[in-house]
C-alpha cells in the first residue's frame, strides 16, 4: 500500500470519528436540554390542545432562535396547527395554521425519519 493511500485513510477514519464525536455531542447536549425542561412533553401537547382545541398528532423537542421549545402539531377536523410552546415557560409562543397538504407533510416526516 503506498503512503498516500495510507494517509488518504488515516485521513478518512480521523473525519469519521469527528463526526460521529460531534453528533454524540449533540445528542448529549439535546438530551440535557430536555432533562432540564421546566415542563414535561406531555405538558407542552397539553396546553397545544388547549390552544387550538386540537388533539396532537405529532410533537418534537427542538432548539429555536428563541431557546428550547416543544414544536407540536394538532388537528381539529380539517384544520392543522403548528403550535410552539416554550419549554421554560410551557407558554404558547406562537401557533401558526398549517396550508401544507397532508400526504405532502406525510412524505416529508417519512424522509425526516428516515434521516434520523
Given at each position: ?28 447536549n439535546d ?8 415542563i ?45 410552546v ?25 424522509e ?5
Amino acid at each position: 500500500m503506498s503512503k498516500t493511500t495510507k494517509l488518504g485513510i488515516i485521513a478518512v477514519a480521523l473525519a469519521s470519528a469527528g463526526v460521529v464525536a460531534f453528533a454524540a455531542n449533540t445528542m448529549e447536549n439535546d438530551a440535557a436540554a430536555l432533562a432540564n425542561a421546566k415542563i414535561s412533553l406531555s405538558q407542552a401537547i397539553a396546553s397545544a390542545e388547549q390552544h387550538t382545541g386540537g388533539k396532537a398528532v405529532h410533537a418534537e423537542f427542538e432548539h429555536t432562535r428563541a431557546g428550547w421549545a416543544y414544536e407540536v402539531e394538532t388537528v381539529n377536523g380539517a384544520k392543522v396547527v403548528d403550535v410552539t410552546v416554550d419549554a421554560a415557560t410551557g407558554t404558547v409562543v406562537a401557533a401558526v395554521d398549517d396550508k401544507m397538504d397532508r400526504n405532502e407533510k406525510k412524505e416529508n416526516r417519512e424522509e425526516h425519519d428516515e434521516r434520523d
